[in-house]
């Protein structure tokens, strides 16, 4: 796993343009049948290899003045979310509060990337956070399973769009997907894209349903090729949700997506990322695999609640020389 | 079976959380008796096994603060019932670690065990001694009612290797506080087979956390470690107890000064069990 290419001969020739798509690629989405034939001709992921590369660069250490660095990089990163069926205007608002300024006594920690939250609770957040920085990320198209007709999930996204989110996290039809309709699926993130306008797509792959590396490198490309600003592993309702390795299999899709058009696209892992020391370790990833320009907010974020807590504590225990605890950041 | 078979060496781990881990750094130290011949070797635990401790204790607290006051009596009974089992053990333990005599070591043991059994007694009495029904001058029901304080660091005692441990270990867990106990550097192997004896017993782990190594090394990380709620100073070196307050008062840490040359047989008072116990007082209108 040297090399994280899945580039075939026929890709590599496509020139860096961020126009119309190079003839493989443009190729792949004429119909369904050759977009099956080029998903199954994607090589396969050799699975010992990745997990092997995922704990092999797990490993470094990260210390010192890189270490500070890297939890500020990794709080500008953070999605601070809340998809909860008890989920409040309350919860939002104090949501919100934080994101704009996560440690209160430390004026200096930068603001999150995002809020994400469902779509009927977007314009409170809107109103939280105009004119910060901090962007409304929104789900849409029936999370968390994804289970509805097209026309429902259009209206979903509209719904968020129109309430002002500046980003839209739409899941995929794992059931289309993992039956082969993978034209369906196709559509369905075109027309959602469409819908969204100006917003960011953000394409939940939800990995710990695909089963497979290959389903997951499959599913990153369709959600390349289908027009996703970002592409998500997963909702965080699912267990497995993310993994290093699923990372790196999406980090490796869409350095090749950028070998091959010159497009730059992001990836989000989210759910199960609790500490600082699994954020350092996506950080290693992300520098690693895909290369050191994806290390900014509008390439890679951390879907996460209780990552922020952790990252504020380590960063506290960083400056002041002693540990932290809980009872010093604020309660989620 | 030959008489020249080749003994165990053992070496002991640390007990975190309920399982036994190998000191994040590597190291271990020779542990001797009181004469200098080779016992075993121990864990030295560093300033990351003290972070991982503590938060293993964080971990376990609303669990064992929020169990009935019966239910942790029991716990603790079932503990000197395994500790009774453990008894040959113990004195071997203690009388190679201090030495002394192996009868004095059998009556350092069955104080010990009684001593833990006197605490089991006070988890579901401490409340009526040292919670009130407060007269006050309104139409109001105001009741002051002891709760325990959080994670406590404690400093076993240097040389009473077990009835010293005891003494300090079990008030704090008898009232629902969870606890980091730093054994006794030199001897620090009762202190192991009493961890043994606590993760087969009813004790959740995280509950009690057994760090041996260096004091000198590791107090001063947990007098300053803010998620850490009290500080028993017992075991600390003279030399070393200004900093150590020094260090818990950048912190919202309740600190007992208590000495490490204490006569650790006489009968206790509830001294230690008030010193990890906050009042909450509730005021509650009356009906009409």
Redo the contacts between chains.
Sequence with gaps: MAAPSTTSSAETTGTPASGPLPPALADAVRDDASLRRFLHGLPGVDQVGVEQRAAGLATRSIKKAAKLWAIDTAIGMVDLTTLEGADTEGKVRSLAAKARRPDPDRPDVPHVAAVCVYPDLVATAVAELVGTGVGVASVATAFPSGRSNRQVKLIDTDMAVQAGASEVDMVIDRGAFLSGRYGQVFEEIQAIKAACGDAHLKVILETGELATYDNVRRASWLALLAGGDFIKTSTGKVSPAATLPVTHVMLQAVHDWHESTGELRGVKPAGGIRTTKDAVRYLVAVNEVAGPQWLTPTLFRFGASSLLNDLLMQR?TQLE????????VTVD | MSDNRVTVAKTYKLYVGGAFPRSESGRSYQVTDHKGGFLANAAQASRKDA?DA?SAA?KAFPGWSGATAYNRGQVLYRVAELMEGRREQFVAEVAGAEGVAIKRAQSIVDAAIDRWVWYAGWTDKIATVLGAANPVAGPYFCFTVPEPTGVVAVLAPQDSSLLGLVSVLAPVIATGSTCVVVSSQERPLPAITLSEVLATSDVPGGVVNMLTGRTTELAP?LA?????NALDLTGSPDSLRADLER?AS???KRVLRAGGDQDWARQPDIGRLRAYLEAKTVWHPMGV
């Design positions: 506290r020389g002693h540990y932290s605890g809980p009872d010093y | 972070r503590v964080r990380w300053s470690h803010a998620d850490v260090a950048g912190t919202v």
